[in-house]
């Protein structure tokens, strides 16, 4: 199934397939993105945690009956080890007109190397105050 | 240097660590507990993102100012690999008499396996409204 290998040959490719499935609403194409491990955990900006794929699948089942999220992942900063990853990066959520200037979003994606490719176990995201900072130390995507 | 080999012999054993030398504001402590990488990255709870070894310093030394900071992780969730450790946890801060009701911290930790052991490379936590919940999920604590 060589399009089920390309989809998680890097931990880049998971985290633009994982992106890609918030801005289509797609649920099924999301939760394929997980480890098959209890031990996964999601946090939404400023909700409690959600522990194991059920609880997470219904927490997305319910940001998506009001549509996908379109979010562009920037300022990405990679820590990796043979059979992990590690990004750190701004969340820009698109809102149409409205800027969102008065706080932004932080995450942290963590990626496991599985038999079945890379997949997400965490996805911690979290809001700090003011417009997003202008990155100038030196970032991953420079490297 | 069997001391220091103990210290960073587990992803637990650095962060038992982590959370004394906060609760002691030891800074020197601290900053020998993360990786020796350009990409670490700390976020205190509400707080931008701090990326490296200098920005992330001048932040624990502003807290330590006031004073160490009495942390006590708890329900924890645990994803290994060979080379790193994914710890999220929630971390009771102890205010003296206050209880902390409205709202909790959560914090994502991750640990990368060095030549020199398992040192920090990211933590990451954010506050979520009310109690903290009591976890119903397996936790790692219990395999």
Known sequence: MPKINRLFASPEATENAFYDAIARADL???????????????????AARLVGRAAIRASWEAIFER??????????????????AVHNLIEEIRH????PTQRHVLA?????????????????????????????????TLH
């Open 96 to 99: 149409g007109d409205q800027e």
């Open 67 to 84: 549509g996908g999220v379109h979010i562009h992942p920037t300022q990405r900063h990679v820590v990796m080890s043979s059979m992990s």
């Open 108 to 140: 942290t994606n963590i990626y496991l190397k599985t038999p079945a490719g890379w997949r997400i176990v965490v996805h911690h995201a979290s809001v700090a105050p003011g417009a997003a900072p202008v990155d100038t130390a030196p970032s991953s």
């Open 28 to 46: 099924d194409a999301l939760m394929t993105l997980w480890a098959d491990e209890d031990e996964i955990v999601c946090i939404h900006p400023g």
